[in-house]
């Protein structure tokens, strides 16, 4: 991805919605009540329900299957009219998070950089992570949670294209937007983002080249940092 975001929600419909399932890899457990409110929300419960009748349904940690609603999709930024409008969202992804006595936070920065995989050769734009239901019928928490989901999909993110040869393809990365609610598990993601935004800036300066990665440049890359999270750095030469 060009870059990810973390957007409040919005009534603006994502492009892609979400959400987790248990599963023993031989069969998938059935929807938590808060996790199909959600999707009966927003339309696409029977969708959801139809792609979890496929064989191909296991719920192992990280297998992703794809719902498409039947009705129309429309286009990026739709909005819904009515109580009962149909659904704009045009995909729902269906992450796997294995036996749900096994499961633990950390799971999920496995199904996120899955999900993660899937949007970005969907090249989505928006989506809306729809989580809490199975944390909660978990019993884990959901700040941590999110957390980890937020990781996941931070780390997957990273690009590093600065020292990209004009004979190279551009890539053309997408920005995704991300929604998570506006509770525990959204402000878990926000960290989670963070974190990984801090790990993607390390790995981008480990994979500059030493030519340019000087002991001056080096000093310079952490004023500049310093200035955007507002520490004083010295620099003594």
Not at 61 to 74: D, K, M, T, Y
Not at 108 to 135: C, F, I, N, T, W
Not at 166 to 192: C, I, M, N, Y
Request: aromatic share 4%.
């Amino acid at each position: 991805f060009q870059s990810i975001t973390l957007a409040a929600r919005a009534r603006t419909a994502p492009e892609t919605v979400v959400v987790g399932v248990f599963g023993d890899k031989q069969s998938v457990a059935p929807l938590d009540d808060r996790t199909k409110a959600a999707l009966n929300g927003l339309g696409l419960l029977p969708a959801v329900q139809a792609a979890l009748g496929r064989r191909e349904a296991t719920g192992e940690v990280g297998a992703v299957l794809e719902a498409f609603p039947n009705a129309p999709i429309a286009g990026p930024g739709a909005k819904a009219s009515g109580k009962d409008a149909a659904p704009v969202t045009g995909r729902v992804l269906i992450v796997g998070l294995g036996p749900l006595a096994d499961f633990e936070p950390n799971i999920l920065r496995v199904a996120a950089a899955a999900a993660g995989r899937r949007l970005a050769a969907a090249k989505a734009r928006s989506v809306h992570a729809e989580m809490d239901g199975p944390v909660l019928a978990a019993k884990a928490d959901l700040s941590h949670a999110g957390s980890a989901f937020g990781e996941g999909l931070g780390l997957l993110g990273w690009s590093c294209d600065t020292f990209r040869g004009k004979a190279t393809p551009d890539p053309k990365r997408s920005k995704l937007e991300l929604r998570a609610g506006d509770g525990d598990f959204a402000a878990g993601v926000e960290r989670g983002l963070a974190l990984a935004d801090s790990a993607n800036y390390c790995r981008t300066l480990s994979q500059t080249p030493p030519n340019v990665a000087t002991p001056l440049w080096m000093a310079a890359e952490a004023q500049k940092l310093g200035k955007r999270v507002g520490l004083s750095v010295r620099i003594i030469q």
